[in-house]
């Protein structure tokens, strides 16, 4: 399984976010112009942009550069196309995972490194936790795992239809 790499433009912080969580390393462009991406992948050999810009797409494949146009609006789209194209493995586990916020990689923590770091009723509920490398942001299997859990089983059932 080749351990993809990705750029994300300005448009696409969301998807960027996903693929944090689904561990492959991905820089966000926020603000950066069309110039400083093309330098920036320039720099990185093996990064693939993600745009929904179609010319600066031509623009990133004229220099060599790898380059995935998204023309769907939507996160799920975005990560059926990608898992279709890439074979993009679609699981999140924490340990693998990278920090959705900074795209530092997560390590495990114990109980007692994330006590008074998250509300004690969390503490109380959970006996899993990971830590960012990076911002040191703490992550435990909350509610909002389920809503990925979900997403991610309606992208392969789509993947899986074509298939057969
Ligand atoms: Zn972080």
């Known amino acids: 399984m080749p351990r993809y790499r990705f750029l994300a433009d300005a448009m696409l912080g969301s998807l960027a976010r996903w693929l944090r969580m ?56 975005d990560l059926y196309i990608l898992a279709r194209k890439l074979k993009l493995e679609l699981r999140v586990d924490p340990s693998r995972s990278r920090c959705p916020v900074c795209n530092a990689p997560l390590r495990e923590a114990r109980r007692e490194e994330v006590e008074g770091k998250v509300p004690p009723s969390i503490l109380r509920l959970h006996d899993k936790f990971w830590i960012c490398t990076g911002c040191g942001k703490v992550y435990w299997r909350g509610g909002h795992w389920r809503g990925i859990e979900e997403v991610l089983k309606r992208v392969k059932l789509r993947i899986n239809g074509e298939e057969s």
Do not use: H, P, Q
């Open 22 to 77: 689904l561990g492959y390393d991905t820089l966000y462009a926020g603000s950066l112009s069309d110039y400083s991406i093309l330098e920036m992948l320039g720099r990185d050999d093996g990064r693939i942009l993600l745009t929904r810009d179609r010319g600066l797409c031509r623009r990133a494949l004229n220099k060599g550069y790898r380059c995935i146009l998204l023309r769907e609006f939507s996160v799920e789209d």
